[in-house]
């Protein structure tokens, strides 16, 4: 050993061996040697500060040369992320070295997308990479990468080839229109997502105010989601006019008719002009609304909707506006002949509470048992019963007779029950208005200075208080001078007041007098 040098010198007979201290760079000289580059890669960097042969990158760079020599694309790709850093240039580098040797898809996972940004062609030949040999990969990448990263026009050119192919696949269909999206051509992306019937076509309407766009699409979206696109329309009716939508579903009646009747629905009065227009779409295609339509509507015409329902013989719509148009005869006559429904018919008279439709009713039933037991049990409370009994031809046998006249006698007696009670209640209150009236004739009745008489206008107390004076007060508070009232013609000497004699006469009008 000599000092001062790290040497080491070993003698023998024949020969002279000179050695040094092993240090770190020694150590990773040897696991390069051995191509141990992970562990060779850590050891310079937990003695970077003291190796001097070696850097960090070159190792790093070596370690993905061997890592691509063996076959391990996704490593590689993977270690490129650590070693390579912000530095662009080893990037563009390390992705066309991919790319010669057909593996840019490795490493397309692992390309920087924010600080650093490397040159637009290197996202673009990845696009196109993908856009050549893997749809869906491509389409990942699309809703990944920012739009910024590459030029969207080209790529959008390149997948417009693509569908020249195939115009029909799906997946580049959708990712095309998330390039229009970015691109901000939202008319274009949402033709798209209408053909596609993508679930978030309405989304994008809102989110980008589209309605000018699907002014002339209104037939697709209603085919997509006709719910939907319906609450959408009449949200935003002052954007699409009801009458462009009704225009724009002319050639297709049940989708025209699903967007009034929920117009209908929302308001009875805003499509008032398409009303008639409705009654044919009801009868057509939504006949159980058809009733409930013609009863909540004022503006369909009556006419029309009868002649429709006669045409198509549609009974319980017909009956309605017969009754409606006042022809109710002809309506019950109807629910007789046609719906054979005593219960329906007297439900009817019931409704119209007319004496000529019970009559009416009574004579087309007496022939007929069944009709005879409904309207037995049912018209007790609105037509004598014993009219219809009397009418009953001797020997006809009525299904439940007895069951009947026992409930009009139960009715009956009910009836009694209720008058009574009613009666007692009646003059139980008027005994109670009485009194009370009694008792409030019977108070004083002040009279000063301010009065004055009814007749005259005069006051009616003398200015001088010594002076005598007559003076008559109504209970109804009506003051005259005895003098000013006239002389009445009667036998009785009872007096009313003038001016309630007039409008009634009746208790309050009775006299008291004052003297003096």
């Known amino acids: 050993y000599s000092e001062g040098e790290s040497l080491f010198y070993i003698i023998s007979p024949r020969d002279v061996v000179v050695a040094k201290e092993r240090d770190q760079d020694d150590h990773i000289d040897w696991l390069l040697e051995k191509k141990k580059y992970e562990e060779a890669l850590m050891a310079a960097e937990i003695s970077q500060k003291t190796i001097k042969k070696h850097k960090i990158l070159d190792i790093g760079l070596a370690y993905i040369n061997h890592l691509v020599e063996k076959g391990e694309y996704d490593l590689a790709a993977r270690k490129c992320q650590k070693i390579l850093g912000k530095n662009t240039e080893l990037w563009e580098f390390e992705v066309y070295k991919f790319k010669e040797i057909g593996q840019l898809k490795a490493i397309s996972r692992y390309l920087p997308r924010r600080d650093p940004v490397l040159k637009p062609l290197i996202y673009e030949m990845v696009l196109h990479e993908f856009l050549e040999s893997d749809y869906e990969g491509f389409a990942t990448l699309i809703k990944e990468w920012p739009g910024d990263l590459y030029n969207n026009t080209i790529i959008v050119q390149a997948v417009v080839d693509h569908l020249k192919k195939d115009p029909q696949n799906r997946t580049l269909l959708q990712t095309l229109a998330e390039l229009y999206t970015y691109d901000q051509r939202y008319g274009r992306a949402l033709e798209i997502y209408l053909t596609l019937r993508h679930k978030d076509v309405f989304q994008l309407i809102h989110k980008h105010n589209l309605f000018s766009s699907i002014r002339d699409k209104i037939v697709l979206l209603m085919d997509f989601d006709s719910e939907k696109a319906v609450d959408m329309l009449l949200d935003n009716e002052d ?10 579903l002319e050639n297709r009646p049940e989708l025209q008719h699903v967007y009034l009747h929920k117009l209908f629905k929302r308001d009875h009065h805003k499509g008032q002009r398409y009303h008639e227009k409705q009654i044919s779409l009801y009868a057509e295609y939504d006949r159980p609304n058809l009733l409930p339509f013609l009863r909540d509507s004022t503006h369909c015409p009556l006419e029309k909707a009868l002649e429709i329902c006669q045409q198509r013989n549609f009974v319980e719509e017909t009956v309605y506006l017969l009754s409606r148009m006042g022809n109710s005869r002809s309506a019950l006559k109807m629910i007789m002949e046609e719906l054979q429904d005593v219960d329906k018919a007297i439900e009817f008279a019931k409704e119209q509470d007319d004496g000529e439709l019970w009559e009416d009713l009574i004579l087309y039933s007496i022939d007929k048992p069944p009709f005879i037991t409904g309207l037995l049990n049912n018209i007790g409370t609105h037509v004598d019963p014993i009219l219809l009994i009397h009418r009953i031809k001797e020997g006809m046998e009525i299904p439940n007779l007895r069951d009947s006249l026992v409930k009009i006698l139960q009715d009956y007696n009910l009836q009694i029950l209720l008058r009574e009670g009613c009666k007692k209640i009646l003059v139980a209150d008027s005994l109670s208005l009485l009194k009370k009236m009694h008792r409030t004739q019977m108070k004083g009745v002040l009279v000063d200075e301010e009065n004055i008489c009814e007749s005259c206008l005069s006051p009616i107390l003398p ?35 003038n001016i309630c004699s007039a409008k009634h006469r009746g208790p309050g009008s009775a006299v008291l007098e004052m003297k003096k």
């Open 239 to 248: 954007k699409i006019s009801i009458d462009r939508v009704v225009e724009e």
């Open 463 to 497: 200015s001088d208080a010594a002076k005598s004076f007559s003076v008559i007060v109504f209970h109804c508070r009506h003051m005259f001078h005895r003098e000013c009232l006239p002389v009445s013609n009667t036998v009785s000497s009872v007096q009313f007041c």
